[in-house]
């Protein structure tokens, strides 16, 4: 399963809900609206739904980055080049309108696309190196079949396109560029018409999906663009590409989300580094183009603390906590709830910063201190985060059991929520994972036994036991051979009558056995399995190793067989009837194995070993009409 780079909505560090519309009059100065005359065309024209100056698949280059004239002519000549490639493969087919656009999406794989890689978002990386992803191939498959007579639309899904094709009727055909395999392909993991068509999901995230015209995907061009230049930390790229997106398409949610978090990531960066007043600007063009007066409004609020903010970043959290505390004092009204949060946070990292350095009695203080100011789920997301964080450098420097102690001096399971249940599985599981890494199994299946006590229904618990188990039987039978190691294993299970133990047992004999019947080691499996079987296992476990047993046998004796040693193949399929009687499948080739036999001694005229063979079938299975035709034929 393959996802969009773009797409992708980004977090905003300070509070706030975008609700406003893009201004598309918006001239920017803290950044170059457009890179050059030609995108500045295509932008307008594309936002008016006019475009006149350019062709649809010269405006997917130009807002992939080809803005020169000479880069602009190179990629459209290699789009020729690769629409005369296609109309060489196309008269092979007929006219039908539904071939012609599965077989357009077959040959754009063919001389266009080699490798899906999430980062690789416009046009270019296709036509340079075959590299794609959801919107490059979306728009490039939609400009393919607008050259062919075919209508299409671009599918819009939260985290991700893909492309329709309406290749005759009121019938749309889903087709995923980014698989091969995409064209029409199944959305339900069924298939009651039998076709041959892959299951692939509809990949975005839960929510809506809408359609728009291809030209509205030239500005997810963009928005992937601009996405991917913020994640490289090019924030005034990100900017301009965002924008440029937003002309476009101004009721891109995605897009209005990720300018809104790019411009105010900015701006902090800009006011943290000294650059105060095109911090400023920044956030007043932010409120020009998205009217977010209540974002930009907490930003600047956080810039005044920027001197709190150089002393945290030095590690002095104490001066910090104390400029914050004196502003908060200095307020003629109450402080906001921004002023309270940072306050809270300053107090945290301190709190931090003191478990780092082994001081746990202050941190808790400090923590204590922060939900002073204002008790809130981020205070006890932290208390257990800091407290957690605590425990495992006590388990690391005193050991766990002090560690958990710790933890559970602050925690008790009496009083614990969902997070805190969590996390004191976590520890359990490390305590657990350092006796398993120290070879002390015994131990470690002791600790999560009191753990599943605490516990009895959680379902991770009774899974990592079966884990713990199986780790410690694989250091039972590492030096020495599964056969040999079962009994030891049997002994675990008598000792602890957990389930677990014979699971485990079992299911590594029907691993270990299927192995060997892999490599047609029949005789091994054998004997593994019959082992096994010899400790007296029964219900359920026992029918799983019997059954495995038979398929031994079944398989052995076919495997002689297709090797026309039916001898070999008759011992051993009187013995598997003999350990499974009245099992129709044995029986059949059973009497196969007779029968087979008994013609190839007739054939080589070994009478004599035909009529005795014949005879013996037929004890076995009286009136058999195959060996008693046979029979007939020999006499």
């Known amino acids: ?14 509070p706030g809900i975008l609700s406003a519309a893009y201004n598309t009059s918006f001239i920017p100065t803290v950044v170059r609206q457009f890179s050059s005359p030609a995108e500045q065309k295509v932008v307008s024209e594309l936002a008016k739904g006019n475009l006149t100056s350019y062709s649809l698949v010269e405006a997917g280059f130009i807002a992939s980055g080809a803005t020169s004239n000479e880069s602009l002519a190179r990629y459209t000549s290699r789009y020729r080049d690769l629409l005369a490639k296609i109309r060489q493969d196309l008269p092979l087919m007929d006219e039908n309108p539904r ?22 978002t416009t046009l270019l990386e296709i036509f340079d190196a075959g590299h794609f992803n959801c919107v490059s191939s979306t728009l490039l498959y939609n400009l393919l079949c607008a050259e062919f007579g075919l209508k299409t639309r671009v599918a819009v899904v939260p985290g991700h396109v893909f492309s329709q094709v309406l290749p005759g009727g009121t019938t749309w055909i889903d087709a995923e560029t980014t698989s091969s395999a995409g064209f029409n392909p199944l959305r339900e993991r069924t298939n009651p018409g039998g076709e041959d068509r892959v299951f692939i999901e509809d990949r975005g995230q839960s929510g809506g999906k809408s359609f728009v015209d291809t030209g509205r995907l030239v500005a997810l061009l963009y928005y992937n663009r601009g996405t991917l230049a913020h994640t ?4 005034s790229d990100a900017v301009a590409l965002l924008m440029r997106a937003l002309t476009i398409f101004p009721q891109h949610k995605e897009s209005l989300e990720n300018l809104l978090a790019t411009m105010l990531e900015w701006a902090k960066k800009e006011g943290q580094t000294g650059n105060l007043d095109l911090a400023m600007r920044i956030l007043t063009e932010c409120d020009m183009a998205l009217g977010s007066k209540n974002e930009t409004q907490a930003m600047r609020e956080g810039l005044v603390f920027n001197s709190a903010q150089a ?3 030095r590690g002095d959290f104490a001066t910090a906590v104390r400029q914050i505390e004196s502003w908060i004092a200095s307020l003629p009204g109450q402080p906001t709830v921004q002023h309270k949060t940072a306050l809270r946070g300053y107090i ?7 478990m780092q350095q082994g001081k746990y009695s202050e941190m808790v203080s400090l923590i204590d201190r922060a939900a002073r100011s204002g008790q809130d789920s981020f205070v006890d997301s932290m208390r257990l985060h800091l407290i957690t964080e605590a425990a495992k450098n006590l388990s690391r420097t005193r050991g766990y059991a002090q560690g958990y102690g710790f933890f559970n001096q602050h925690f008790p399971h009496s009083v614990e929520n969902a997070s805190i249940r969590q996390n004191r599985l976590h520890l359990y599981g490390l305590w657990i994972t350092s006796e398993i890494e120290s070879g002390k199994y015994e131990e470690a299946y002791v600790l999560n036994r009191s753990l599943l006590e605490l516990y009895p229904s959680n379902q991770d618990v009774r899974n990592n036991a079966a884990w713990v188990v199986q780790r410690w039987m694989a250091s039972v039978s590492s030096n020495t051979s599964p056969a040999q190691s079962l009994p030891v294993m049997y002994g675990m299970y008598q000792k602890y009558r957990e389930p677990v133990f014979l699971d485990e047992l079992v299911n590594g004999t029907l ?20 082992k096994a079987r010899d400790l007296g296992i029964t219900g359920e476990s026992g029918n799983k190793l019997a059954g495995m047993h038979r398929v031994i046998l079944f398989n052995w004796s076919v495997f002689h067989a297709k090797r026309d040693e039916y001898m070999e193949s008759i011992d051993i399929g009187k013995r598997a009837l003999k350990l499974f009687p009245g099992d129709g499948a044995l029986e059949t080739n059973l009497v196969s194995f007779y029968y087979n036999a008994g013609l190839t001694f007739i054939n080589t005229r070994q009478y004599d070993r035909a009529s005795r063979l014949i005879t013996e079938g037929l004890a076995e299975f009286p009136g058999n009409p195959n060996l008693l035709k046979l029979q007939q034929y020999l006499r």
């Open 232 to 235: 490289q930390g090019r924030s």
């Open 1 to 14: 399963m393959r996802y969009c780079i773009g797409l992708l909505i980004l977090l905003v560090l300070l």
């Open 348 to 354: 945290l990292q301190w709190a931090q910063q003191c």
């Open 511 to 530: 691993r270990e056995s299927n192995r060997l019947l892999q490599i047609r080691q029949f005789e091994k499996a054998e004997v593994l399995v019959k």
């Open 99 to 120: 071939s012609r656009a599965k077989k357009l999406f077959d040959l754009m794989f063919k001389h266009a696309m080699n490798a899906y890689q999430s980062e690789q």
């Open 311 to 313: 002393a945290a970043a």
